[in-house]
């Protein structure tokens, strides 16, 4: 399958960050894709050691902050073996770290490679990305809206919406509404709606955002061509 060109939409959500992402991110648990998969470590290892939890995600976090976390580097200590190759740097150095912190060498051994086969799960059968893996269960979670649900003044479209924007809320699920908004965006600048989408993941940007950056910009671009038309 070619890969779409994504280059317009990428530069366009980067603009939008800049602007308004700041303020936004006050509103989103998960801004970034790579904290949940960084949550799922975290909950991976509390299971193996007896370290206070706020210990555990310290050392989830410290992790993270020295790039020891990248999925694919982390699938390919598994890939074809039955244990992760612990002579890597990358696993000699998650090993170091989980003893430092507090795990025995046993523990640390075990955390690696739950960690990699987590890791290689994802990339095989979700493109590497946690978000897909949560994405693909929303979606079936709509098609079982639209089997259990029947409104009688709901349309189809907005109770796939309605449905969509209370998953967006209560499980802060990484969908996109693929509203008029987003719809408007994609048109004005010459794009579709799976090439913004695609962007928001290369950028590992939480959908939800996204659909909040782009209303951000259609209010301010229809703010701003109602004070052009009041200056006239």
Known sequence: MAKIDISEARYLLLRELRSYGE???L????????ERWKELVFAILAQLSDLAEDDVRELADE????????????????????????AD?????IMELAQESGLSLEQ?????????????????????????YL????????????????????NTSESRLAFTYWLQNVLNMPMSL???????????HGLKPSQLI????????????????VQYAIAAQKASSEKAEDSE
Request: hydrophobic fraction near 45%; aromatic fraction near 6%.
């Open 23 to 25: 303020e936004l991110s």
């Open 27 to 34: 509103s989103h648990p998960w801004v970034w894709e790579g």
């Open 63 to 86: 992790m993270d902050e020295l790039e020891l976390l990248e999925i694919p580097a982390l699938a390919s200590l598994v890939r074809n073996r039955k244990t992760p190759n612990l």
């Open 89 to 93: 740097p990358l696993a000699r150095h």
């Open 108 to 132: 640390a051994k075990r955390g690696v490679a739950a960690i990699c086969e987590a890791a290689l799960a994802l990339e095989e059968q979700f493109g590497g990305r946690i978000q897909n």
């Open 135 to 154: 994405r693909g269960y929303g979606e079936t979670m709509l098609g079982d809206m639209a089997r259990i649900f029947h409104f009688s003044t709901l």
């Open 178 to 188: 693929l509203d008029k908004n987003v719809q408007q965006f994609c048109e004005q």
């Open 198 to 213: 695609a962007a928001a993941d290369e950028l590992d940007l939480n959908l939800a955002l996204l659909d909040d950056l």
